[in-house]
């Protein structure tokens, strides 16, 4: 890949819309364009023209478009970028980028305009991976959270972390190098101080990743319970349309019926399952074997049971559920004849799914378990890719090895070595120090034109 070379691809969805957009980056962006567009004035830096898209041999009008032009480097990639914004028409925007190519552009890889970026300066790392997080994101809170991101949020986190460390490797650096000059040698009660305090942000940063992994993926929710407790009646109510068939007659549902919806801004894929019981056919067979194995996969279970009924016959379920996070739904509390409590450890909301009492309260006390933007995570810069997580833990194993070293009172030139373990993956998070094939991995699952 030549980063000297100037790049095309069209940056907007696959498909017909009203406005389509071909960008070009490198330093022949303006000439390749010139000869496809007839504009009234020239290309100016920071300003957006309208004018005609032609084809370049004939001089026919193709298209209008409004022309932008960002004149390195302030522009997304630090090149000269050219954005030509013509209606969404496939067949057009096709037509522009083979121009850009007849004239010596060059197809963009995924996610080479944003690899630009970074390589030359304009992002670190973090921020480059919260592009693409961005441009996924599900929910407006995700959106958010990659936005801090991009801003460089965790960057700013990690800054004074990674300079604690530096200090410290420079200080025991010194003393090696400089030990005839009779540097001072930091004793050993200072050297555990200043490594305890490297490692308690880190360890704060690496416990952020719980939540930032449900931020990030989302979590599974599963709505479990015997037949006819009103399971898909509450699986409606919260998703807020009869998205799964409710009857009288239990053993309705014989298959997962599954949806995702935003709680807290957090995506929580709602699986409705078929009621436990021994099955009287193959199908609901099937139907039950499916809906233990949605119980054992779900993040968070719903166990519903039915207040018009005893309570005893829901208590083998509670008693499997009482080590998983649950929240136990006592519904058709309409129809209760009897205050009776299930005997249960986990959370317990009352709900009628036919009325609609209780769901408040029911969305508060999942909110509760989920967190959310409800303010269960304030800080910004937390955790929210595997790739970072690892690394910050691979950053704790070198500090945890320089404690003993440093107890032991061990030569800091092996002290060192175990500091350096702490800094270097540090340093590829941000991407200071991260090899090629690292890269080719992150910006390969960017979509191409970004």
Not at 374 to 385: C, D, I, R, Y
């Amino acid at each position: 890949m030549h980063l000297d070379d100037t790049i095309v691809a069209i940056s907007t969805p696959p498909g017909r819309g009203g406005i389509g957009v071909v960008r070009l980056s490198g330093p022949d962006a303006r000439k390749i364009a010139a000869p496809m567009l007839r504009l009234g004035q020239e290309l100016a830096a920071g300003r957006a023209l309208f004018g005609e898209l032609i084809e370049p041999a004939s001089g026919e009008r193709v298209d209008e478009a409004v022309v932008t032009f960002f004149e390195k480097p302030h522009s997304y990639t630090t090149d000269d970028v050219v954005e030509i914004s013509a209606h969404g028409s496939p067949v057009v925007l096709r037509q522009v980028v083979e121009w850009a190519v007849e004239r010596g552009a060059r197809l963009a890889e995924p996610g080479e305009f944003t690899l630009r970026a970074f390589l030359n300066g304009r992002l670190d790392l973090t921020q480059a991976e919260a592009v693409r997080d961005l441009i996924e994101s599900r929910t407006l809170y995700q959106a958010k959270v990659a936005a801090q991101q991009l801003e460089g949020a965790l960057s700013r986190r990690l800054a004074p972390i990674k300079k604690e460390l530096v200090d410290l490797v420079a200080l025991l650096e010194a003393g090696i190098d400089f030990a005839e000059d009779d540097v001072p040698v930091q004793p050993v009660a200072e050297i555990l101080r200043r490594i305890a305090a490297v490692r308690a942000p880190l360890e704060a940063l690496a416990a952020s990743f719980a939540y930032g992994k449900l931020v990030h993926e989302g979590l599974t929710l599963a709505i479990v319970g015997r037949p006819n407790v009103g399971k898909s009646s509450l699986f409606n109510r919260l998703v807020e349309r009869e998205r799964a068939i409710v009857t009288a007659a239990p053993g309705t549902t014989r298959d997962l019926v599954s949806e995702t919806v935003a709680l807290g801004g957090i995506p929580v894929k709602l699986v409705d399952t078929a009621g436990l019981r021994a099955a009287l056919d193959e199908a609901e067979s099937i139907g039950v074997q499916k809906s233990r194995e949605a119980l054992a996969d779900a993040d968070l279970v719903l166990v519903v049971t039915d207040a018009s009924r005893p309570a005893v016959e829901d208590a083998e379920l509670l008693r499997q559920v009482e080590q998983r996070t649950a929240i136990v739904v006592e519904n058709k509390i309409d129809l209760a004849t009897s205050n009776e409590k299930p005997e249960t450890r986990n959370s317990f909301v009352r709900t009628s799914a036919l009325t609609g009492e209780g769901i408040a309260e029911l969305r508060g006390e999942i909110l509760r378990h989920v967190g959310g933007d409800a303010g269960a995570q304030a800080e910004s810069g937390f955790l929210t890719n595997v790739r970072h997580q690892k690394l910050v833990r691979e950053a704790l194993a070198g500090l945890a090895a320089a404690e003993p070293a440093a107890r032991e009172n061990l030569p800091h030139e092996m002290l060192l070595l175990d500091l350096y373990s702490a800094l270097r993956p540090l340093d590829e998070i941000t991407g200071a120090t991260t090899a090629d094939d690292i890269l080719n991995l992150i910006f390969g699952s960017f979509c191409i034109g970004k």
